[in-house]
């Protein structure tokens, strides 16, 4: 009997993905993200046998059929042979571009018994239907064939504007790390990659005629201990790319279908060029390159001198990057400096202006024009709609939500959709304690996917100006790559299905039923994508003589399928499965993971139930009192080697345990650490808080609830012990049975703040 076509795996080799549910379109079973726009069965199957050729046909297929064997090649799929000349019409895969009704990045995939046949009427829909024919094809194994089911394959893009963004600034990324970032995007069919190039902390992009901005602001000293050498010197880190290098991104990006799109910010995120060059600053401030974070008061000034200079600096940059846009910042410009200096209120003046929004306006407007002189469209974050009315063509990038979005498309703007409460990879993307330092709000993959780029509240015509969607890489809690890829993949894949397939088709079960595929192509390409996505959490709750615990599990994505163990094995797939929350005698060992088709996703997660962990908590596992303004942060040394890391809110550090259980506790015994203060808050200082202090260098404060009584304080030391961190014990006075226990560092400690690393409840009598 024949099951209906979506309960049969269309590729029986290495991998077989079958449905939970019976989901109706074929397009939503093959094993492809993202989903294309239509797929119908055929009769009979296909197997691509290793050493098969392909041949290619038509301008820019032969390049694609070397990049597809090439890819094939290095995620071990079969190993295939690009076919001579003469020998190319009669090779069973065939490439063709070929003249036709489709637009540029659409093709056509058809799997029959006697060939595979790709077409296109171009090299980037050709690209394109290689990728997919790559994620149809199992990776890990050259030597094994691949059996695909017949199948035509119609598909293309939703958006024309399918983006990354990296800052290079934050953290700097060598060429060969940008390069394997833009390999990601082309087979995730990524069209636009955004290069964050100049900020406060850094000018990343050479500039002949001001050498001094690569010199001066492309270098900084880190931030506390990691910025002492052994000499206990300051050490300067300096990092830029040359024009060459540059040349070589653009040329690699262009080869995959990707536009680069270069940003300078103005005129705030200036820092790092007006330490280069005082006089391009408001009243000529000596200034650092910033070596923290936040939103800076330093803006460019808007005389014509510095006008000139960054018609000078575009006049350099522009060159190098053939694509449509220039990308000009505009965001964060807090107008503070503007306001209080008197030559900037004279130039406001004089250029008969109301304000310093409108002056900012202005400067769009300058720099709008000369761009437009020279080919190009300006684009900018949505805070250039403040100013006034944008030159014709400006695109606006709608990151503050999607109103700014919503009301550039009215405007009659384009406009990309960027949101920051669903497309920024430096929020964390599970709850996981095991997630790195960012933005402890949570992204999870499943907002990205289903963040839907094209409001419901425009007209037809307004929704033509929502040209894309993209997502944004700020990196300043990645300073190494694979902080870059744990936070880039897999959300990345979301978004590509967010950007590439028909808004009808969006489900997130048929997305979860493809992913894992997708993940095994990962693995074989050495992606060091994020496994916290599929692993178990546990969320513990003693008994209250703490000799036994209730332990609930569950998994992020909610695959719903989670083994367990408790004799110190592995789960497998016909370990327990897990339904409601266990209850274990202390101590065990709990082991746990996510299957999806009998198969653990990610390794498993392990809990140590022990007396002494139930009366320890780490900060990744306590609240905040306000959670205003929460971070993930990592120590600032040392300088090479794993570094702590805390949960901390920055506008009201404190930690609480609640109901922590404490009949027949002493006293606690807090490890601390203390980082440097690094935050610019702008606008947003006064919203930050700090406990008075009585001592010299302040207390350790426990309270029974956040603003509640005081149950025991030890005074501070001046510094930590020689590693770091300090230990302390609290002596409890009059503690009820169970308090929400609060913990404080109090005082204004700037430059550095303690942070608490974890808290341990000590009986009487230990
Ligand atoms: C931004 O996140 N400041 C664009």
Not at 168 to 184: G, P, T
Not at 662 to 677: K, N
Not at 707 to 735: E, H, M, Y
């Amino acid at each position: 009997m024949r099951l209906p076509a979506c309960f049969r795996p269309v590729l029986h080799a290495a991998l077989a993905v079958l449905s939970l549910a019976c989901v109706p379109a074929l397009a939503a079973t093959l094993p492809l993200i993202p989903m294309p726009q239509s797929a119908t069965p055929g009769e009979g199957q296909f197997t691509v046998q290793p050493g098969m050729t392909v041949g290619a046909q038509g301008e820019g297929a032969r390049k694609t059929a070397e990049q597809f064997i090439d890819l094939l090649h290095d995620s071990g799929g079969p190993s295939l042979v690009l076919a001579e000349d003469d020998a190319a019409k009669d090779a069973p895969i065939q490439f063709t571009v070929a003249p036709g009704t489709g637009g540029p990045e659409t093709y056509t995939l058809q799997v029959t018994p006697e060939r595979i046949q790709l077409n296109a009427t171009a090299s980037a829909g050709l690209f394109y239907g290689a990728m997919s024919l790559w994620q149809l094809l199992p990776s890990g194994n050259a030597q094994a064939g691949a059996t695909l089911d017949a199948v035509t394959i119609n598909d293309g893009p939703r958006m024309a504007w399918r983006g990354l963004m990296l800052d290079s600034v934050r953290h700097f990324q060598s060429v060969e790390e940008v390069e394997r970032l833009l390999d990601a995007m082309a087979v995730h069919k990524l069209n636009v990659f955004h290069w964050h190039l100049a900020d406060d902390q850094g000018w990343r992009i050479q500039i002949d005629q001001y050498p001094l901005l690569t010199e001066v602001g492309g270098c900084r000293v880190p931030l506390g201990d990691g910025g002492i050498g052994e000499d206990g010197q300051p050490i300067q880190e300096c990092a830029f790319y040359t024009k060459d290098q540059i040349r070589e991104v653009v040329r690699y990006a262009a080869e995959r279908h990707i536009t680069v799109v270069p940003e300078i910010d103005i005129p705030g995120h200036a820092t790092a060029a007006i330490a280069a060059y005082p006089e391009l600053g408001v009243d000529r401030p000596q200034l650092q390159v910033a070596n923290g974070a936040g939103v800076f008061p330093n803006l460019f000034n808007a005389d014509e001198s510095t006008m000139t200079f960054l018609e000078n600096v575009l006049g350099e940059v522009l060159p190098l990057f053939p694509g449509q846009f220039f990308d000009i910042g505009g965001d964060e410009a807090v107008k503070d400096r503007w306001k209080a200096s008197k030559h900037m209120q004279a130039r406001i003046k004089q250029l008969g202006l109301k304000d310093e929004e409108a002056l900012q306006g202005w400067m769009v407007n300058r720099l709008g024009t000369y761009l437009a002189q020279h080919g190009k469209r300006i684009i900018g974050w949505d805070e250039i709609l403040m100013g006034g009315p944008l030159p014709d063509g400006a695109a606006v990038m709608s990151w503050r939500g999607t109103e700014g979005g919503i009301e550039a498309a009215r405007k009659g703007h384009d406009v990309v959709m960027t949101p920051v409460t669903h497309l920024y990879f430096d929020y964390l993307q599970t709850a996981s304690p095991a997630e790195p330092p960012g933005r402890p709000s949570l992204i999870p993959l499943e907002k990205v996917y289903g963040f839907e780029p094209v409001p419901a509240e425009l007209d037809a015509a307004q929704r033509q100006h929502i040209i894309g969607v993209q997502a944004n890489v700020f990196t300043e809690h990645m300073h190494s790559f694979d902080r870059v890829e744990h936070n880039v993949f897999p959300r990345i894949a979301a978004l590509a299905e967010v950007a590439w397939s028909p808004q009808a088709s969006r489900d997130l079960a048929s997305f979860k039923q493809r992913l894992p595929n997708l993940l095994a192509h990962y693995r074989a390409l050495h992606i060091r994508y994020a496994r916290t996505p599929f692993q178990v959490l546990f969320a513990t709750t003693p008994s209250a003589d703490g000799k036994q615990a209730s332990v609930a599990l569950s998994d992020p994505l909610d695959y719903a399928d989670i083994r367990y163990t408790t004799d110190g094995s592995a789960p497998k797939a016909d370990s327990p499965r897990y339904s409601a929350p266990l209850t274990l005698t202390v101590p065990t060992t709990l082991q746990a993971a996510v299957f999806f088709n009998d198969k653990p996703l990610a390794p498993p997660t392990v809990l140590g139930l022990t007396t002494d962990a139930l009366r320890t908590r780490s900060d990744e596992q306590l609240a905040m009192c306000t959670g205003a303004l929460m971070l993930r942060l990592e120590d600032d040394g040392p300088r090479a080697g794993p570094r702590a890391v805390y949960n901390v809110d920055i506008f009201n550090p404190c930690w609480e345990w609640k109901a922590a259980p404490l009949s027949g506790i002493a006293s606690v015994q807090i490890r601390a650490g203390r980082i440097p203060y690094f935050f610019e808050l702008a606008h947003d200082e006064y919203l930050r808080t700090f406990k008075k202090a009585k001592t010299a260098y302040g207390e350790l404060e426990l309270r029974d609830g956040c603003d509640g009584a005081v149950l025991g304080s030890v005074p501070l030391p001046k510094d930590p012990g020689a590693d770091g961190f300090q230990t302390l014990d609290i002596p409890l006075k009059a503690a009820p049975s169970q308090a929400n226990l609060c913990v404080y560092f109090t005082g204004d400690t700037r430059p550095n703040m303690w942070v608490l690393d974890r808290m341990t409840l000590i009986p009487a009598g230990n």
